[in-house]
Structures are given as structure tokens and as C-alpha cells.
């Protein structure tokens, strides 16, 4: 599976963004996803995840609440909606499928990974 997100950009705190991860294969349907993010010097740390049909999500505590995965089978694309942006989320996003299909904290529960999108939030 060949992960493409996008959506990234500049915004100022308070504002939003949707970034979306489209996927390259009609089996994206049984995947789990995920979207994790990496800032300069930090570990990458995980923000949601969905499972295969939309059923199930988690979030991150630091999102909750204003974070929002939610994924279209039928097109092959998984987003997460960022309301009320802080400075500290500035960040590189990325998504991740896995294989097995449930909602999974864990990179290493991961299969695929996208090449990133950077989300800038200024003061």
C-alpha cells in the first residue's frame, strides 16, 4: 500500500486544518489507520487511529476533543480534521495503515507509512 498525505500548510493558533492520506490500494478497506506526528528533536507520537470499517477510534489525550479522524472506504482516503490548532502540535503529520484492522497506538502495529506532511501553527 502506497500512502500519500497531504493537507498540510501554515495556519495561525486557534485555526484549523484536514489533512488526508490516500491510500493506492482497494484493500484499504480492511486496514486500520493511523496518524501519528513528529516535531523537531522529539519522537514521533501517535494522534489517532481508526479501524477498518470506521467503527472504532482513539485519540490522544492532548487532541481529544478537537482532533477528528474519520476515513471513506469508497475512496480510499482517511482524514483528521485539527480544530483549535495549538503552537505546540507544529509538526510533521503522518498516516499509517495496518493490516490487520483495528485501532492501534503503536507504530510498530503498523505496516505502511506515508512520506509526511508538515502543519506550521503560528503565534
Known amino acids: 500500500v502506497q500512502l500519500q498525505a497531504s493537507g498540510g500548510g501554515l495556519v495561525q493558533a486557534g485555526g484549523s486544518l484536514r489533512l488526508s492520506c490516500a491510500a493506492s490500494r482497494r484493500t484499504f478497506s480492511r486496514y486500520g489507520m493511523g496518524w501519528f506526528r513528529q516535531a523537531p528533536g522529539k519522537e514521533r507520537e501517535f494522534v489517532a487511529t481508526?479501524?477498518?470499517?470506521?467503527?472504532?477510534?482513539v485519540y490522544a489525550d492532548s487532541v481529544k476533543g478537537r482532533f477528528t479522524i474519520s476515513r471513506d472506504n469508497a475512496k480510499n482516503v482517511v482524514y483528521l480534521q485539527m480544530n483549535s490548532l495549538k503552537l505546540e502540535v507544529t509538526a510533521v503529520y503522518y498516516c499509517a495503515a495496518g493490516r490487520l484492522g483495528y485501532v492501534a497506538r503503536v507504530p510498530a502495529e503498523y505496516d505502511y507509512w506515508g512520506q509526511g506532511t508538515l502543519v506550521t501553527v503560528s503565534s
Open positions: 481508526i479501524n477498518w470499517s470506521g467503527g472504532s477510534t
